[in-house]
């Protein structure tokens, strides 16, 4: 069982900047992946970023050059940097990982985050 625990996220203006931070219960230092993810009411949740244990990562398309993931392993937490944020990126977002490839999902309970004018 894992735990995730997800903060930082609030309220700003577009073109301004937020980090949200994700801690594990558990080392993450083998965890075959992290990531975050957003969704919207009414909508399906969706992939922001992956980082897999080799240190790869995987963004969707609409924050590629904006957002970056990362993971400090000794601190047991993930990290997604959000610069130039839009009014689009308001969503409540979740950390996700997965300790093995066929492993289940584990979830945190979700910060929201609010770009508005």
């Known amino acids: 069982q894992v735990q995730l625990v997800e903060s930082g996220g609030g309220l700003v203006q577009p073109g301004e900047s937020l980090r949200l931070s994700c801690v594990a219960s558990?080392?993450?230092?083998?965890?075959?992946?992290m990531g975050w993810y957003r969704q919207v009411p009414g909508k399906q949740r969706e992939l922001v970023a992956i980082i897999l244990r080799d240190g790869s990562t995987t963004y969707t398309d609409s924050v590629k050059g904006r957002f970056t993931i990362s993971r400090d392993n000794a601190k047991n937490t993930v990290y997604l940097q959000m610069n130039s944020l839009k009014l689009e990126d308001t969503a409540v977002y979740y950390c996700n990982c997965k300790v093995g490839v066929n492993t289940r999902n584990y979830w945190g309970q979700g910060t929201q985050v609010t770009v508005s004018s």
């Open positions: 558990a080392s993450i230092f083998s965890m075959y992946r």
